[in-house]
């Protein structure tokens, strides 16, 4: 089975702080992603990447940067957290070839900023 | 702008009875639409998909129809279960290359014994 690990269930940051989201993949895929998902709102695409060393904004970037160094690793980085980024956070990746077709996500990690 | 629309409130049913959930989308030519499911405090999982030029798709009890003339596909589950209780998202592509998916809010079923 494909899995996809998030590092962290829970994260409690205060506000300012620089945070690191880690997400992992054993599948080989090439097509990563970062949504948020807030109640009333839905998942939200923050960024995804279809290649290391690529990156492309969604649809809330701001805020968050990424980093994909290597293929089955995509970290989302909050240069100062802010209060509005408490969240649950998804990565999500699909499988190759089929850019959106059935994405796995990770269990999440939900990140309180205080 | 693009839209998609789920029945925002809980959906009840008696178990045993089929439940039919909907997604309306406005503004969209999706060349496929997806259907995952989501237990609290976990991430989506993928349960169908269908192509712009499929009408229905079957797996077990599930059933994904998709009219692209009304802009609607229903999700049927035959022969409900306390256990499918989760909340329902559908997912659509925009046919735009890998862009990810755009997701639907979701809809809370509530499968009562």
């Known amino acids: 089975d494909v899995k996809v690990t998030q590092s962290s269930r829970y994260l409690v940051k205060r506000t300012g702080e620089k945070v690191f989201l880690e997400c992992v993949q054993d599948m080989d895929h090439e097509n990563m992603f970062w949504y948020r998902q807030d109640p009333g709102l839905g998942l939200r695409l923050i960024y995804f990447s279809y290649d290391v060393k690529m990156k492309e904004k969604g649809d809330i970037p701001e805020g968050y940067s990424v980093s994909r160094e290597k293929k089955e690793r995509f970290s989302l980085i909050l240069e100062s957290a802010s209060t509005n980024q408490t969240s649950m956070y998804l990565c999500?990746?699909?499988?190759?070839?089929?850019?959106?077709?059935?994405?796995?996500f990770g269990s999440g990690t939900q990140l309180s900023v205080l | 702008s693009q839209k998609i629309e789920q029945n925002s409130e809980a959906l009840n049913i008696q178990e045993g009875k089929t439940a039919t959930l909907t997604c309306n989308y406005t503004?969209?030519?999706?060349?496929?639409l997806q259907w995952y499911r989501q237990d609290p405090g976990r991430g989506p999982v993928f349960l169908l998909l269908i192509r712009e030029n499929e009408k229905e798709k079957r797996k077990e009890r599930l059933k994904v129809t998709f009219d692209t003339t009304l802009k609607q596909s229903l999700f049927h589950i035959t022969a409900s279960q306390p256990a499918d209780s989760a909340t329902y998202l559908c997912a659509l592509d925009s046919g735009g290359g890998a862009d990810g998916l755009t997701f639907g809010k979701g809809t809370h079923l509530i499968i009562q014994p």
């Open positions: 999500a990746s699909s499988i190759p070839g089929s850019s959106n077709e059935k994405l796995f």
């Open positions: 503004n969209y030519s999706p060349a496929y």
